[in-house]
């Protein structure tokens, strides 16, 4: 249902978009965002982006991540910047419909390390 890309080893300082695209089934989404889980901490809200366009970021990341979607291609990117040893994690894509189903990705690896 959620195909996630982007995910890989990254120098500190670097860069990473990550990609979320949803299958054509999950209708009338309201909002898409990113989760991440470090080892041994709970999994934890990273952006999120509604259909309007409003968004939420975790205070970790402000100011190096930016969500953004592409609403005909029912696909969420996260851009982040800056990267840092701890922004290592398991990031999940999230996507929530009008109905309130929610949909969670597979999961992609971040690594950020030299």
């Known amino acids: 249902q959620l195909v996630e890309s982007g995910g890989g080893l990254v120098q500190p300082g670097g860069s990473l978009r990550l990609s979320c695209a949803a299958s054509?089934?999950?209708?009338?989404?309201?909002?898409m965002g990113w989760y991440r889980q470090a080892p041994g901490k709970q999994r934890e809200l990273v952006a999120e982006?509604?259909?309007?366009?409003?968004?939420k970021y975790a205070d970790s990341v402000k100011g190096r991540s930016t969500i953004s979607r592409d609403n005909a291609k029912n696909t969420v990117y996260l851009q982040t910047n800056s990267l840092k040893p701890e922004d290592t994690a398991v990031y999940y894509c999230?996507?929530?419909?009008?109905?309130?189903?929610?949909?969670w990705g597979q999961g992609t690896q971040v690594t950020v390390s030299s």
């Open positions: 999230k996507v929530r419909t009008f109905m309130g189903r929610v949909y």
């Open positions: 054509e089934n999950i209708r009338v989404i309201v909002a």
């Open positions: 982006i509604t259909s309007g366009g409003s968004t």
